[in-house]
């Protein structure tokens, strides 16, 4: 009976110790050392289909002038014959994401670019703006 006793309280214990996390070890601290669940990381933040998003728009509208890997070039067009930019050149590297929407808002008309305006919303050409930062460049 007392072997019962015994058993049973160390279940307890480890069930007790079990749903609380698993002890300090696995607890955070903060910097009054009072623990703390940790801060969300800057990858669990993001929305996980922003980068399928991304692709697919860029897939929909963007690859019959810049091509799958982003390297763009001299494409016909409509009959017309334009030279779409190489986003993996260290010029478009360095092109801040907001130039990027605005090509996207305003195409580049003497270049043969058209406006996306009507047809991607904003978060879409963010998402998009993220799959050349993150699959292309």
């Known amino acids: 009976?007392?072997?019962?006793?015994?058993?049973?309280?160390?279940?307890a214990a480890f069930l007790f110790i079990a749903a609380c996390g698993g002890g300090a070890e696995n607890a955070a601290v903060n910097d009054a050392g009072?623990?703390?669940?940790?801060?969300?990381?800057?990858?669990?933040?993001?929305?996980?289909?922003?980068?399928?998003?991304?692709?697919?728009?860029?897939?929909?509208y963007c690859v019959k002038c810049h091509k799958e890997d982003g390297t763009g070039g001299e494409v016909e067009i409509e009959g017309?014959?334009?030279n779409a930019e190489d986003f993996?050149?260290?010029?478009?590297?360095?092109?801040?994401?907001?130039?990027?929407?605005?090509?996207?808002v305003k195409g580049i008309p003497d270049e043969g670019m058209p406006s996306f305006k009507d047809e991607?919303?904003?978060?879409?050409?963010?998402?998009v703006v993220k799959y050349i930062r993150e699959e292309i460049q």
Not at 1 to 11: A, F, G, Y
Not at 88 to 104: A, S
């Open 88 to 104: 993996t050149t260290e010029k478009m590297k360095g092109e801040p994401d907001e130039e990027y929407i605005e090509y996207m």
């Open 34 to 60: 009072n623990e703390s669940t940790p801060a969300p990381t800057a990858e669990a933040t993001k929305s996980p289909d922003e980068l399928a998003i991304g692709k697919s728009k860029y897939q929909e």
């Open 80 to 82: 017309r014959k334009i």
């Open 120 to 127: 991607l919303s904003e978060e879409e050409m963010k998402a």
């Open 1 to 11: 009976m007392r072997l019962l006793k015994i058993s049973l309280c160390i279940v």
